[in-house]
T-cell receptor, first 113, second 114 residues
Framework: AQKVTQAQTEISVVEKEDVTLDCVYE???????LFWYKQPPSGELVFLIRRNSFDEQNEISGRYSWNFQKSTSSFNFTITASQVVDSAVYFC??????????FGQGTELSVKP | DADVTQTPRNRITKTGKRIMLECSQTKGHDRMYWYRQDPGLGLRLIYY???????NKGEISDGYSVSRQAQAKFSLSLESAIPNQTALYFC?????????????FGPGTRLTVL
């Protein structure tokens, strides 16, 4: 069965701190994609990144970076020098059966000034 | 204009009423999805459609039905709304590219069933 676990329900940091959001997944598929989405207080879901199962290179985009490790079935997301605008709920998701997504429970990040 | 739109954005209704939520997209995607979001549970798939003639149940389809009127339109109906269907509902679309299938979401519809 497919499963995505985000064990951190809520995280609170002070601005400029680095923060890592954890994501652990389970799948029997050999080919799959992993995603991160951001849900700011306004409520919409914003796509952040897609990573395929054959590419374990870390990715960096500005203050955001992602660490994908198949050996531990993890796809963690780090925000460097966090800002108040990073406050949101972040979802990790796994693509399975050729198109469906299963989501983790979400991590609510609060960045305080 | 937004690529994926949902109407209404907010709806309050009473138990037993029939409700339709509508989704339209201008992205030209074949695939469309309906999810509901509940606090602490993330998003769960209700129904999905990979093309106009294709309708599939998702994880939590009981109490819901859908209609794919055209490539660009996918409606979700609650035949007889009940309070535990109070949730935030999202429509999403994706291109037909197998596993490389990023889903793009509409702004959501907040539904309250009293």
């Amino acid at each position: 069965a497919q499963k995505v676990t985000q064990a951190q329900t809520e995280i609170s940091v002070v601005e400029k701190e680095d923060v890592t959001l954890d994501c652990v997944y389970e799948t029997r598929d050999t080919t799959y994609y992993l995603f991160w989405y951001k849900q700011p207080p306004s409520g919409e879901l914003v796509f952040l990144i897609r990573r395929n199962s054959f590419d374990e290179q870390n990715e960096i985009s500005g203050r955001y970076s992602w660490n994908f490790q198949k050996s531990t079935s993890s796809f963690n997301f780090t925000i460097t020098a966090s800002q108040v605008v990073d406050s949101a709920v972040y979802f990790c998701a796994l693509n399975y059966q050729g198109g469906k997504l299963i989501f983790g429970q979400g991590t609510e990040l609060s960045v305080k000034p | 204009d937004a690529d994926v739109t949902q109407t209404p954005r907010n709806r309050i209704t009473k138990t037993g009423k029939r409700i339709m939520l509508e989704c339209s997209q201008t992205k030209g995607h074949d695939r469309m999805y309906w999810y509901r979001q509940d606090p602490g549970l993330g998003l769960r798939l209700i129904y999905y459609s990979f093309d106009v003639k294709d309708i599939n149940k998702g994880e939590i389809s009981d109490g819901y039905s859908v209609s794919r009127q055209a490539q660009a339109k996918f409606s979700l109906s609650l035949e007889s709304a009940i309070p535990n269907q109070t949730a935030l509902y999202f429509c999403a679309t994706s291109d037909n590219r197998g596993y490389d299938d990023t889903q793009y979401f509409g702004p959501g519809t907040r539904l309250t069933v009293l």
